[in-house]
């Protein structure tokens, strides 16, 4: 974590530009203090007593925005909800796609489904997120008139009432969706057809069960500790993809709150939302090394 606020900071100090340009307009540019504005900004330190400012401030959780003059986790409060819903959404409806899906080809390999959920999957990894958003919204919004393009929830309302934020997340979350669609297909279905092939299966069937019951309790299961692990990698990418997602379908969200600091060369806004993406990493790593001994009772942690 130390080394990644080191590096995030080193990459921003030494990128071109000064953020005091990108908060006065040039034509004020004459007329303010330049001086005394970096000195409110910390600017004018040696740069190892900002990283040390910075880093005090982010642990009390006083850092501020340059371009908002506001705290950080403020900011971030408020940001949060709309990413946190849409990434479950997504790792929802991801997730009870894939398994069938991968289930359905891999008990019938080799035939024009298993090539067609295939191809689907190559498709999927090879298209990117913020072509499918586009089409989406050419079909859906401009074409249709069925959703909005735009925004949370209507202009004018407050909270999160299932009626009114319905109809704006259902397009950013089947992309956020399809974007980790395809590789959790192609992990289940290889883990499927492994575990066919195990001793305690053939035996399975030998002992008269249905196929239905040998599917969902033996293979299934045994087969979730691959798919567990594609998953505690990619809930972190959903953070990353997020940017594309709300900055297209103007989502007022953690990915467009990183988007924007970064454009603005608001060094408090971005080091926290890579202080945030690292935790998520670890943290999710964690779960998932924890959640194997939950799926297969032969592991267990001393």
Do not use: C
């Not at 007593?49 to 971030?76: D, K, W």
């Not at 608001?266 to 799926?295: E, K």
């Amino acid at each position: 974590m130390v080394g990644v606020t080191v590096i995030t900071f080193g990459m921003m100090v030494l990128a071109p530009g000064d953020p005091v340009t990108l908060l006065v307009s040039p034509e004020q540019l004459g007329t303010v203090d330049v001086a005394v504005l970096r000195a409110q900004l910390g600017l004018d330190q040696p740069l190892p007593l900002q990283y040390a400012a910075t880093m005090s401030a982010l642990v009390t959780g006083q850092l501020r925005s340059f371009r908002e003059r506001r705290p950080v986790s403020e900011m971030i409060g408020d940001a949060l909800p709309p990413t946190v819903l849409l990434a479950l959404l997504a790792l929802t409806l991801a997730v009870a796609l894939a398994l069938p899906i991968a289930l359905a080809s891999a008990v019938r390999p080799n035939t024009p489904l298993d090539h067609g959920v295939t191809v689907f999957s190559l498709m999927g990894i090879s298209l990117p997120g913020f072509w499918f958003a586009l089409v989406l919204i050419l079909v859906f919004t401009d074409r249709l008139r069925w959703l909005p393009a735009s925004g949370f929830r209507p202009v004018g309302t407050v909270g999160f009432a299932p009626g009114d934020v319905l109809p704006y997340v259902i397009m950013p979350t089947v992309v956020l969706a399809l974007s980790i669609l395809p590789f959790l297909v192609r992990y289940a279905r290889s883990a499927i057809i492994e575990t066919l092939g195990q001793e305690y299966v053939l035996v399975a069937h030998g002992k008269g069960l249905s196929q239905g019951r040998v599917l969902i309790r033996h293979v299934l299961r045994n087969s979730l500790i691959p798919v567990v692990t594609l998953l505690g990698l990619l809930v972190p990418t959903l953070l990353s993809g997020s940017v594309v997602v709300e900055t297209i379908f103007a989502i007022p969200g953690i990915g467009r709150l990183a988007l924007q600091g970064a454009l603005s060369r608001d060094y408090p806004v971005v080091i926290t939302m890579t202080v945030l993406g690292a935790a998520l990493i670890v943290v999710s790593n964690l779960l998932t090394d924890l959640s194997y001994a939950l799926l297969d009772p032969r592991i267990r942690y001393d």
